[in-house]
């Protein structure tokens, strides 16, 4: 296990699939609560990022993610 602070970037560009763990998921996310305004951050980085605008860092708070291989 490995805990510290990521970046979106590094979690999101190795080739490997995450996902929110089984215990994790009825404890605290639901789908408008958690996971669409955190989709909507990580569109909206990536959008930034493809046209050059400065991207300032985004604080997520702690997440719990399982590496499938």
């Known amino acids: 296990m490995e805990a510290?602070?990521?970046?979106?970037?590094?979690?999101f560009e190795q080739d490997r699939r995450l996902v929110v763990p089984l215990f994790q998921r009825?404890?605290?996310?639901?789908?408008?609560?958690?996971?669409?305004?955190?989709?909507h951050d990580i569109q909206d980085l990536t959008e930034r990022l493809l046209v050059g605008k400065e991207v300032r860092p985004h604080f997520l708070g702690a997440i719990v993610l399982d590496q499938i291989r």
Do not use: A, F
């Not at 009825?26 to 989709?39: A, G, I, M, R, T």
């Open 4 to 11: 510290g602070p990521r970046s979106v970037k590094v979690i």
């Open 26 to 39: 009825p404890y605290v996310w639901n789908q408008e609560d958690q996971w669409e305004p955190l989709w």
